[in-house]
């Protein structure tokens, strides 16, 4: 079964310095998102992406943040420069539409984030 | 702000009872509602998805959605240890945050053998 993929699984980076979340949204899915969780917490949105285009965003992802699909496979999330609170785990996410129903969105595995 | 409540338990039930969890969220005009399971450590796994009023069936599971009461719930007959995880509510956006889910904070399940 086709799925989600993300790399890599554990990011430790020093605070000021940038970091590239990379994912593999399932193959024949047009949107993408990506979602964070602080340890303890909500599952939050972050981003949405479609047609090379960012489609919606939320107020965490400040001028700090980017997305990119470099190519036809991969959905690149970065970090410019990091945070002690950005510290978290980053989930890539992709569904085949998006609309009105039950448009499911699929998660990846997740890329542990770690700012010292 | 768009809230989905759901009671963080944890809920405990013997090996296979059925377990309930519930969800309520804010947005009268929500219209896709999704269950996933997240086991510790690991990302959301769908469950289900519930667009229609009343019950669909997948499996053990069965979600309800009561849009008037604005209720989603999750049953897991014959639960199972395997089963144990945190489940989570999550609720589509409409209109300009359409493709985006709001998650509920999750309910802790424990399956006791």
């Known amino acids: 079964e086709p799925e989600v993929t993300q790399t890599p699984s554990h990011q430790v980076t020093q605070m000021g310095q940038e970091v590239i979340l990379r994912c593999v949204p399932i193959?024949?899915?047009?949107?993408f998102y990506w979602y964070r969780q602080i340890l303890g917490q909500k599952v939050e949105f972050l981003v949405s992406f479609y047609n090379n285009e960012i489609s919606e965003k939320s107020e965490i992802f400040d001028d700090q943040f980017s997305v990119e699909r470099p190519d036809g496979s991969n959905f690149t999330l970065k970090i410019r420069s990091t945070k002690l609170e950005d510290s978290a785990m980053y989930f890539c996410a992709s569904s085949v539409r998006e609309g009105i129903g039950s448009y499911e969105q699929y998660f990846g595995p997740g890329t542990r984030l770690t700012v010292t | 702000q768009k809230e989905v409540e759901q009671n963080s338990g944890p809920l405990s039930v013997p090996e296979g009872a059925i377990a309930s969890l519930n969800c309520t969220y804010s947005d009268r005009v929500s219209q896709s509602f999704f269950w996933y399971r997240q086991y510790s450590g690991k990302s959301p796994e769908l469950i289900m998805s519930i667009y229609s009023n009343g019950d669909k069936e997948d499996g053990r599971f069965t979600a309800q959605l009561n849009k008037a009461s604005q209720y989603v719930s999750l049953l897991i007959r014959d639960s199972q240890p395997s089963d144990s995880a945190t489940y989570l509510c999550?609720?589509?956006?409409?209109?300009?945050?359409?493709?985006?889910?709001?998650f509920g904070r999750g309910t802790q399940l424990t399956v006791w053998p």
């Open positions: 999550a609720v589509k956006g409409r209109g300009s945050t359409l493709g985006r889910l709001y």
């Open positions: 193959s024949n899915h047009l949107y």
